[in-house]
T-cell receptor, first 112, second 115 residues
Framework: GEDVEQSLFLSVREGDSSVINCTYT??????LYWYKQEPGAGLQLLTY?????DMKQDQRLTVLLNKKDKHLSLRIADTQTGDSAIYFC????????????FGQGTTLQVKP | SQTIHQWPATLVQPVGSPLSLECTVE??????LYWYRQAAGRGLQLLFY??????ISSEVPQNLSASRPQDRQFILSSKKLLLSDSGFYLC??????????????FGSGTRLTVV
């Protein structure tokens, strides 16, 4: 089945760019997602990318997809302290259930 | 617009007591529904999912069960809680079969502490 891997921790300075990386195993995943979780809260969908796209940009967020290497990244430009959170990558394997398989989450720490 | 409600927000229960967590969705019909557990603030483990009323799929063997008595209601239960059931439980919904899937919408979560 689908397996999604992420690095656990990233620390950046305010104003720098953050790049959070993710690898997945199921090449049939049609959609790949990035979620943000603030302390004590549920997960918020940040953005998603369809598997036939290489890149998607949404304001400060840029998602890059390398299907050959099964590698997904999320770039946050001009990182702010409010961006400090756990970021989850998720893939949707084939089938009708809509199940998402999540990575273990990357904790982003933004230092002032 | 669609909304998802999950309650209670926090719960402290003794070992051996029963559990019932409820999740309801508004503004959509025939959603796919999911229960996830997040242990120690880390990764998400899919516990159950449902594609329709009375249809429950279990992802991992455990002390918990789920039910979907109505189209937009999903309940997570246990007859006797274990210490290892402590965690942050998240309910989520997504569009059902045949709809483009743009990911889940999550509830705000229930922090369960078993003592």
């Amino acid at each position: 089945g689908e397996d999604v891997e992420q690095s656990l921790f990233l620390s950046v300075r305010e104003g720098d760019s953050s790049v959070i990386n993710c690898t997945y195993t199921d090449s049939s995943s049609t959609y790949l997602y990035w979620y943000k979780q603030e302390p004590g809260a549920g997960l918020q969908l940040l953005t998603y990318i369809f598997s036939n796209m290489d890149m998607k940009q949404d304001q400060r967020l840029t998602v890059l997809l390398n299907k050959k290497d099964k590698h997904l990244s999320l770039r946050i430009a001009d990182t702010q302290t409010g961006d400090s959170a756990i970021y989850f990558c998720a893939g949707r394997p084939g089938g009708n259930t809509g199940k998402l398989i999540f990575g273990q989450g990357t904790t982003l720490q933004v230092k002032p | 617009s669609q909304t998802i409600h999950q309650w209670p927000a926090t719960l402290v229960q003794p070992v051996g007591s029963p559990l019932s967590l409820e999740c309801t969705v508004e503004g959509t019909s025939n959603p796919n529904l999911y229960w996830y557990r997040q242990a120690a603030g880390r990764g998400l483990q899919l516990l159950f999912y449902s594609v329709g009323i009375g249809q429950i799929s279990s992802e991992v063997p455990q002390n918990l069960s789920a039910s979907r008595p109505q189209d937009r209601q999903f309940i997570l239960s246990s007859k006797k809680l274990l210490l290892s059931d402590s965690g942050f439980y998240l309910c989520a919904w997504s569009k059902g079969q045949g709809s483009p899937n743009y990911g889940y919408t999550f509830g705000s979560g229930t922090r369960l502490t078993v003592v």
